[in-house]
């Protein structure tokens, strides 16, 4: 997933009218596009510093958002008195989302900016964050949590979102102590944390359906394995044009090794089992995990068999259809072979 991190400014007698521009203008104008997930629009009441978040499923559909309305929201900030002061692209280290009502009148939020990571710490956060998490999902009145970052730059920022404001002050200790064990375990810097109460909430229609809460990073090997391609998987079944679902038993092949059928496979729902070799290297699979598109790129044989162990459905890309999707989303590609099971 990417995030985008928009700061503004505004007068603070301006800011009664925003959560009706959020609700009205900005919610749905997000919502409207493929791959919008979830979005937060918060402010400092005091100083009339504004911050909006919006996460993607992907870097390609964010930038497609972006190019898209960029004229319109320009006008909606001209016309609300907003002036914008920068825009980040960050990377979603960790997600832990949770089906929120669209008013936000009692929900809080914690911004913890970082400064100084380095490359050579930052495979490390993921593992920070499973283990923050749990620990904020304790306290009372926490809602959702995300770490974003910007390797290139070596910045981050952590939102953590509260029902209300006693729930954000009755956090800070331990956020306190969050912070400290972050700084001595990376070695970086976090440089301001701020409060904000939020304007707005705008999610994706299937997340507040499910009310489900959802990390990027879960906390058995198998699924994280899996979970880490549901949001690849979203933005495939985006190209509605492109491939074919099907139905399959327990036991039914959906690779088989040294095949040269070139077929990426995405597990949409079920459970399976992939085999790498003849000394029986069984690795399980569950939904939303995908195979295939390493073979279908190098045009090489499928080096692994993969038999469904449960009632499966899948989604199937021929060669040719993943060279189309290739060609609309590169980094979505590079992203299906990076992170292919059967690699």
């Known amino acids: 997933m990417r995030a985008m991190v928009v700061h503004a400014t505004t007068d603070p007698a301006r800011l009664g ?5 959020v609700r009205e203008e ?14 937060y629009w918060m402010a400092d009441r005091t100083t009339g510093h504004l911050l909006a978040v919006t996460v993607w499923d992907s870097d390609e559909l964010m930038r497609v958002a972006a190019a898209l309305d960029g004229a319109e929201r320009a006008v909606i900030a001209e016309r609300n008195g907003l002036r914008i002061l920068s825009v980040q692209e960050l990377d979603v280290v960790g997600a832990h989302e949770t089906a929120m009502s669209p008013e936000p009148h ?4 914690r911004a913890t900016w970082v400064d100084g990571l380095v490359p050579k710490v930052h495979r490390r956060l993921p593992q920070l964050y499973r283990e923050a998490v749990p620990d904020q999902a304790r306290s009372r009145g926490f809602c959702a949590s995300y770490w974003l970052a910007d390797l290139s730059t070596g910045a981050a920022l952590g939102l953590s979102m509260w029902e209300g404001p006693a729930e954000l002050s009755d956090s800070a200790l331990d956020s306190r102590r969050r912070r400290k064990r972050f700084e001595d375990l990376l070695g970086c810097r ?10 707005g909430v705008a999610q994706h229609p299937a997340s507040e359906a499910n009310g489900a809460t959802a990390s990027t990073y879960p906390r058995s090997p198998v ?5 880490e391609h549901l949001d690849t998987g979203r933005v495939l079944l985006g190209q509605s044009d492109l491939g074919t679902t099907l139905e399959c038993p327990p036991g039914a092949l959906l690779a088989v090794r040294g095949d040269r059928s070139y077929q990426v496979v995405l597990l949409l729902d079920g459970q399976a089992a992939l085999v790498r070799d003849a000394d029986a290297d069984v690795v399980p699979i569950a939904r939303g995990a995908h195979f295939g598109a390493s ?6 044989a499928n080096p692994a068999t993969v038999l469904a162990t449960s009632p499966v459905k899948v989604h199937v890309f021929s060669k040719s259809e993943f060279g189309t999707m290739a060609s609309r989303l590169p980094s979505v590609a590079d992203e299906l072979i990076e992170r292919d099971m059967s690699r």
Do not use: C, I, K
């Not at 009692?106 to 939020?109: A, I, K």
């Not at 699924?223 to 979970?227: H, M, Q, S």
């Not at 073979?295 to 090489?300: D, G, I, N, Q």
């Open 190 to 199: 976090v440089n301001a944390v701020a409060e904000y109460q939020a304007l």
């Open 295 to 300: 073979s279908a790129a190098l045009t090489r």
């Open 223 to 227: 699924l994280a394995a899996a979970d």
């Open 17 to 21: 009218v925003l959560p009706q521009v």
């Open 26 to 39: 900005l919610g749905p104008q997000f919502l409207s596009h493929p791959g919008a997930r979830h979005a």
């Open 106 to 109: 009692l929900r809080w939020v």
